[in-house]
């Protein structure tokens, strides 16, 4: 079979495989070393097409290193290239779908091969040589049915370790197609998916491959300083050095720094204990401000904490806050109720888990947040972000205090069992998407979510 401009097939040489990607995709994929033990992210696609090693792992900063649309570059032309069958597989449905959206934009290049594409569905791509590629869930049973010949995962370090070992069973060799499994993450946690599938490769013998933005920088790369620099203003420290720099999270390292948490509690604005019960106001509703609330509520051993943000200053400030225990659902509930009815404004609270429940009780709407995965980890970020830039003070509250001087990396972003998100640090974090999805907020300052169009502002 032949392509355009007269690829023959199967492609044999490395060179040939980069003018393949050049005319039927428009994708030049970097490969120039910058960092001491780092490879190149063409080496690892040019090793995994070739199958030159079973079982690779990719490890590379967070959306820096390309490492989705790299995949999806390479699902797309081991299927049009090999015939290969071809599963991918994310940390969810909705990312396993994410890639195969970048192949799909891929055939609207003006010299693609699109006399291959039999159909191209929302999860599943055919080929008329044969080739399938397929957008896996993330459940059991998706993943224990076909066997493919080549499956790329994505984003394990959010994927469930008993659902990416099903999977590894997947591949078999067909019409002389070798098999090969791409692993592909950032690594956030200590004690994550991704940490184990590290660990793993060096007892297995799997090749692992590293790079960070330094690879894919202008002007040997797509990445523009700019990009980076933009970036780096926005989220914390830990991330930046974990999920950037590629260094190994550590779980007994702070999760924000000391001295920001230190300009974050300001006695200036008044000394308080926290204790049980203890409803804290540091200033009474001014007519023309506007405030958002968040509230964490108690299950088992853990407790109700509802702060409330003023967002029209800078830097913004908490002006109420309560810490109560596990009581009723309509007590707790009716809590937030009286602080939207006293201060105004929008909400957000813990929705993971909780169904209807706390809807069902709500006179206001508030939005429900699902503390799980990706998601989860972009609150907690954006809220110790806010707090490393200055950009939000408390009172001196000695129980949130403590809570956010002594929060350890593993116990805000694992949320494996063993380790508990502290109660403050999670009200806080929903208080600050409430501020920054109300609508009220100067937009230079933090984003305005797409969720705020579906409540008026009470």
Request: aromatic content about 10%.
């Amino acid at each position: 079979m032949t392509i355009a401009h007269k690829f023959k097939l199967p492609i044999t040489t490395e060179e040939t495989l980069k003018q393949f990607l050049r005319v039927a995709w428009g994708v030049t994929i970097p490969d120039k070393q910058i960092c001491k033990n780092h490879t190149t992210p063409w080496r690892a696609f040019s090793d995994a097409y070739f199958a030159r090693h079973p079982v690779t792992v990719w490890h590379g900063s967070r959306g820096f290193a390309g490492k989705s649309y790299t995949l999806a570059v390479l699902g797309l032309t081991e299927a049009a290239t090999l015939g290969a069958a071809v599963n991918i597989l994310g940390s969810s449905g909705a990312q396993s779908k994410r890639v195969l959206e970048h192949e799909t934009n891929l055939w609207h290049y003006k010299h693609a091969p699109r006399d291959l594409l039999i159909s191209d569905a929302s999860s599943v791509t055919r080929l008329t040589n044969g080739a399938k590629i397929e957008a896996l869930m993330a459940s059991q049973a998706s993943v224990r049915g076909p066997h493919p010949q080549r499956l790329l995962l994505d984003e394990i370090d959010e994927m469930d370790l008993s659902i990416l070992e099903a999977a590894q069973g997947q591949p078999m060799e067909k019409n002389g197609i070798a098999t090969q499994t791409v692993m592909s993450s950032t690594r956030q946690y200590a004690d994550g998916t991704m940490q184990k599938i590290l660990q793993r490769a060096g007892e297995q013998g799997w090749k692992i491959y590293e790079w960070c933005m330094e690879e894919t920088k202008e002007p040997h790369g797509w990445l523009s300083q700019a990009q980076i620099d933009s970036k780096r203003a926005e989220v914390t420290e830990a991330m930046w050095r974990t999920e950037y720099e590629l260094q190994e999270p550590s779980p007994e390292s702070r999760a924000i720094q000391s001295e920001a948490v230190e300009k974050c509690f300001d006695k200036s604005l008044g000394v308080f204990e926290g204790n049980l019960n203890e409803y804290i106001e540091i200033e009474n509703p001014v007519k023309g401000a506007s405030y958002s609330h968040g509230a964490d509520w108690a299950r088992k051993n853990d407790w109700t904490i509802i702060p409330t943000i003023r967002e029209d200053v800078r830097p913004r400030r908490v002006v109420a806050w309560e810490r109560t225990g596990r009581l009723d659902w309509p007590v707790m509930i009716t809590k937030l109720d009286k602080r939207i009815e006293r201060y105004g404004g929008y909400a957000v609270h813990d929705g993971t888990g909780l169904g209807d429940v706390v809807d069902d009780y709500l006179k206001h709407p508030a939005e429900a947040f699902m503390m799980a995965g990706r998601a989860r980890a972009d609150l907690l970020s954006e809220y110790i972000a806010a707090i490393e830039k200055g950009e939000l003070v408390y009172p001196f509250i000695q129980y949130a205090y403590n809570e956010h001087k002594y929060a350890s990396v593993e116990d805000v972003y694992s949320s494996g069992e063993g380790h508990h998100l502290p109660d403050s640090i999670s009200a806080g974090a929903f208080m600050w998407r409430a501020s920054n999805s109300s609508g009220a907020v100067d937009p230079s300052v933090g984003h305005v979510d797409d969720f705020k169009s579906k409540w008026e502002r009470v």
